[in-house]
């Protein structure tokens, strides 16, 4: 069996910089050198990078039980969603996923993208024409809005500032979780993500009483009423570790989602324009289904998704030696699964650096052209949960532009991305916006 090999880097320091700058050329950099297996020095740590949808494959089928996605993800983004479902393995991630698959099903769906649609009108009825509107931003407002209506609906009586509050000891956790400094440190984002955690600790175990004497409709409440066929149910602290950990999941990736549809929308107005016809069909609060009809709109999204993957890694930790397309990797060695760099192989995708939404259509299916070329919701047991909702809230979102706004972006623009933590554009993603 062969031995994972390894390019010579700083130490401490080693790749992270060269991730943070531009993962896709470091993956594309020891793919050439070292092939879908090899190690790589990261956040101080050596870990195995896996590379092209074979090793995907190997990793998130996880045949031998070797890879744990807990000790992964806390190494890579910090404790502080800790005991969240990604960050449970085996039984116990099992019977968790499955009380949680109840707050997911069909109608509770349908349920969630009704009540999201007049939050999200109304924020995007206050946005203001702009020759240089900041999308990003106004995003990541909309989704936290969206996020405090659906996640906590019921706790309208927290006052505005306290909302402010929460939503800041979020974006305190977050940010932490990419700070370079990652020990608790006075003056550090990682001793403002540890206050931030106890704040929204704090806020949840207050309500929580509430929302178990009184089964309401938003997804907190949800959470403390749901239960298996045998009866198996959150306990207190699971509920509170979900909630954190679902706010954190559904957020940025959204974000990122939508601001990558505007800006390639932006570029190419025929395809703005064939979505605002799709839309246009349809009301001003349309229905999951109607929404899950819109064809130009999937394929748009499929291919956004692909372009910039929401989450461009995934992060493991082996729990016993393994094999991985014939090459070692030892217990207790961390790893990486890198989809980002699946979406952009030309062995599986035609020109993958242009957007071109048709490649998703018929004939063409070329993400049918490996079962892991396209994994933007990775796979295996730890699959995205929420693509679903994803699906429903950033429909819903461009929908709601698209029948408001339209907006043009420089066709020469390149988005600089920083990969600090999960990817978002440094310029806030500039569009000439204007009221239809
Ligand atoms: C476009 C938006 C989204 C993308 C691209 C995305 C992507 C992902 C990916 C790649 C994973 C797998 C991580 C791994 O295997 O290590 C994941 C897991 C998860 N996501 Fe999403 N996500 C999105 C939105 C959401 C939303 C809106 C929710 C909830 C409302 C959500 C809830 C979850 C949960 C609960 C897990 C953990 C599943 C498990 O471990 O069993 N996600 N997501």
């Known amino acids: 069996m062969e031995q994972m090999r390894r390019k010579r880097s700083w130490p401490v320091i080693g790749s992270t910089v060269d991730y943070v700058r531009d993962p896709q050329r470091l993956f594309t950099r020891q793919w050439n050198q070292f092939g879908p297996v090899s190690q790589i020095s990261f956040l101080g740590k050596p870990w195995a990078i896996l590379l092209g949808p074979d090793a995907c494959e190997a990793v998130l089928t996880n045949r031998d039980k070797a890879f744990a996605s807990g000790a992964g993800w806390v190494e890579a983004a910090g404790p502080f969603f800790g005991r969240g479902l990604m960050f449970l393995d085996f039984a116990e991630h099992h019977l968790h996923r499955r009380i949680m698959q109840q707050a997911f099903t069909r109608d509770r769906l349908e349920g969630y993208t009704a009540r999201m649609q007049s939050t999200i009108a109304a924020g995007i009825d206050g946005w203001k024409e702009s020759p240089d509107f900041r999308a990003y931003p106004a995003l990541k407002q909309l989704t936290l809005d969206v996020a405090a209506e659906i996640f906590m609906g019921g706790a309208e009586h927290t006052s505005p500032e306290d909302m402010e509050r929460?939503?800041?000891?979020?974006?305190?956790c977050l940010q932490a979780a990419t700070g370079i400094m990652r020990r608790d440190v006075p003056f550090t984002r990682w001793r403002r993500g540890t206050r931030g955690r106890e704040v929204l600790d704090d806020f949840l175990r207050e309500y929580l009483p509430a929302r178990r004497a009184h089964e309401g409709d938003d997804l907190f409440s949800i959470l403390c009423h749901i239960e298996t066929d045998a009866g198996e149910r959150f306990s207190d602290d699971d509920v509170i570790d979900h909630m954190v950990f679902l706010m954190m999941a559904a957020h940025d990736t959204s974000t990122i989602t939508l601001s990558t549809m505007m800006q390639y929308l932006g570029q190419h107005p025929a395809w703005q324009q064939r979505l605002r016809e799709e839309a246009t069909h349809l009301g001003d609060a349309p229905t999951l289904a109607e929404l899950d009809a819109l064809t130009s709109f999937d394929l748009v999204m499929k291919e956004c998704l692909r372009l910039v993957a929401p989450v461009p890694v995934l992060a493991r930790k082996t729990v016993k030696a393994t094999a991985v397309l014939g090459v070692h990797i030892p217990a207790d060695h961390f790893a990486l699964v890198a989809p980002h760099f699946s979406h952009h192989m030309s062995e599986y995708w035609t020109n993958p650096a242009q957007f071109d939404p048709e490649r998703f259509a018929e004939p063409r299916l070329e993400h049918k052209s490996h079962r892991?070329?396209?994994?933007?919701?990775?796979?295996?047991?730890?699959?995205?949960?929420?693509?679903?909702?994803?699906?429903?809230?950033?429909?819903s979102v461009l929908h709601h532009i698209l029948r408001r706004f339209e907006w043009t972006v420089d066709p020469d623009y390149q988005v600089p991305m920083n990969y600090h933590s999960l990817p978002f554009p440094h310029d806030g993603q500039p569009v000439h916006l204007r009221r239809i």
């Open 372 to 395: 892991h070329a396209w994994d933007p919701f990775g796979g295996g047991v730890h699959k995205c949960l929420g693509m679903f909702f994803a699906g429903g809230e950033v429909a």
């Open 166 to 172: 929460i939503n800041r000891a979020f974006v305190d």
